[in-house]
């Protein structure tokens, strides 16, 4: 499935190839205030991924308190099992500070969040630091920072972020292929007809949030599945 002159190294393909984004804003609106109900639907949905062979997950929480999004991380660790001690590898956005506390495994910043230097010292020993990227010259840069993997996106037009950048296209996977031994993670609009299109392009995963969360008449389990069966 992989294009010739593709760089991925040796390492990218245990890096894993479908990268789900859970969206608290997305999932979690019109629920009720009740706690007990969010944190009741965040475990089942992380279980269900889990069982469906999910093996990393990003919550993005960019609107509740850091209290909030403790407890919600709490609840989905709880759901994924111990650190270190299940396949699920979990990736809390941007809130470095937290990952520690929530014993996570690792975080993931933007251009305009915490500096990933910082984040890396903020975070334990041996979790994951990830950066987004939306063009060559930041792609660049992130190849000489501390990071474990490099995003890339919006590789289609989306509506899962507010603050959208110029799409880069399948051209923009292939160029920041070639810019990077790193795993580079796609993002951006990655639907189940276009996955196999941007993994051939040269991306080492596919980041997905709306096509697995928010499909139409599917489960985000029998999402994930549907989309996992791209790399068989």
């Known amino acids: 499935m992989t294009e010739p002159g593709h760089k991925r190294s040796g390492d990218n393909h245990r890096f894993p190839a479908l990268y789900p984004i859970l969206d608290a804003e997305l999932v979690l609106r019109g629920l009720s205030a009740d706690p007990r109900e969010r944190r009741s639907i965040?475990?089942?949905?992380?279980?269900?991924?889990?069982?469906?062979?999910?093996?990393?997950?990003q919550y993005r929480n960019k609107l509740d308190e850091d209290a909030v999004v403790a407890a919600d991380a709490r609840a989905i660790r709880e759901a994924a099992g111990p650190a270190g001690l299940t396949p699920m590898r979990l990736i809390l956005n941007d809130r470095a500070a937290l990952v520690p506390e929530v014993e996570w495994d690792g975080v993931h910043v933007g251009q305009e969040d915490l500096p990933p230097r910082q984040a890396r010292l903020l975070v334990r020993e041996n979790a994951l630091v990830g950066l987004s990227t939306h063009n060559e010259e930041q792609l660049i840069a992130a190849n000489t920072e501390p990071v474990d993997y490099i995003a890339i996106g919006p590789v289609f037009a989306t509506a899962s972020k507010r603050d959208t950048?110029?799409?880069?296209?399948?051209?923009?996977?292939?160029?920041?292929?070639?810019?990077?031994?790193?795993?580079?993670?796609?993002?951006?609009?990655?639907?189940?007809?276009?996955?196999?299109?941007?993994?051939?392009?040269?991306?080492?995963?596919?980041?997905?949030?709306?096509?697995?969360?928010?499909?139409?008449?599917?489960?985000?389990?029998?999402?994930?599945?549907?989309?996992?069966?791209?790399?068989?």
């Open 42 to 57: 965040l475990r089942r949905i992380v279980r269900e991924l889990a069982a469906a062979g999910v093996e990393i997950l």
């Open 165 to 232: 950048f110029p799409v880069i296209g399948l051209d923009g996977v292939r160029r920041a292929r070639a810019l990077t031994e790193k795993p580079l993670v796609a993002i951006g609009g990655i639907t189940l007809e276009t996955g196999s299109s941007v993994y051939a392009a040269g991306a080492d995963s596919l980041a997905v949030i709306a096509a697995i969360f928010a499909a139409p008449g599917r489960s985000p389990a029998q999402s994930a599945k549907d989309f996992l069966e791209i790399f068989i």
